[in-house]
């Protein structure tokens, strides 16, 4: 991303707990941003996970949401497709808005929403079936398709977007649990994009891959930001830095920092964060 290109973060959740300092606002860039979240709180029953997160994540970018384990990045990945609607007890207050749209408004469709923001697992999952079938699958059941011609060519475009059809194109018809560890998370990936999303959320995608494997993921969230808004989730300090414009810091449920990922992890405004990238805790 040029660096005269910028985003905004702010929060209302007051001092860090360890810096004391205020998280500081940046100036966006030209147009609307694809996610706005607001005086966000998030409860599992009584305890709150998340407080007062407020993030603006702009088209076309990957974010990096980088952290400790604990420290509520996944459950903020996850109530962007309100995936944590499943969890007995849960609860949001607060907006979150896709295009201006916000998505736990009561006349929400959920079954839209997972459409237009698909989901990458840290664990590869793919179903026991055929890759052509894997890929397949959403188109099947979200009726997208009107043509064994036209769900064909989706699969194969939807595979060449996950930089998986050279390996597998010539055995489409093969389970997809005899691919290796990094072709199955791409065939997931693949997955996702075939029923076209507008927003990609990615748990930890790579953290259980080979370095080779690692890459061609890296490369290929790259290649992907051109088409999507990419939200991603890593324990990787050299993965945040390498694949994303923009990282925020979160520690104990709150956004303590957030900005471009080259700030971020040359001169962060926080001593936080700078801790926390340098290695000094974590």
Known sequence: MPESAAW??????????????????????????????????????????LEDIAL??????????IGPSGCGKSTFLRSLNRM???VPGARLEGSIRIDDQDIYAPAVDIVDLRRRVGMVFQKSNP???????????????NRLVRSREE????????????????????????????????????????????????????????????PIATQRIEELIYELKTRYTIVIVTHNMQQAARV????????????????????????PAEK???DYVTGRFG
């Open 8 to 49: 905004t973060a702010t929060t209302n959740a007051g001092p860090a707990p360890a810096s004391g300092a205020a998280l500081a606002a940046n100036a966006a860039p030209a147009g609307r941003p694809k996610i706005d979240v607001d005086r966000m709180n998030f409860y599992y029953g009584p305890r709150r996970a």
């Open 56 to 65: 603006k994540i702009y088209p076309n970018q990957v974010t990096a949401l």
């Open 84 to 86: 944590n609607d499943i």
């Open 127 to 141: 179903f026991p079936k055929s890759i052509f079938d894997n890929v397949a699958y959403g188109l099947r059941i």
């Open 151 to 210: 769900l064909r060519g989706r699969v194969e475009a939807s595979l060449k977007s996950a930089a998986l059809w050279n390996e597998v194109g010539d055995r489409l018809h093969t389970s997809a649990l005899a691919l290796s560890g990094g072709q199955q998370q791409r065939l997931c990936i693949a997955r996702a994009l075939a029923i076209e999303p507008e927003i990609v959320l990615m748990d930890e995608p790579a953290s259980a891959l080979d």
């Open 244 to 267: 994303s414009d923009v990282t925020a810091f979160f520690w104990l449920g709150r956004v303590v920092e957030c900005d471009r990922t080259k700030k971020i992890f040359t001169n």
């Open 272 to 274: 936080l964060t700078e």
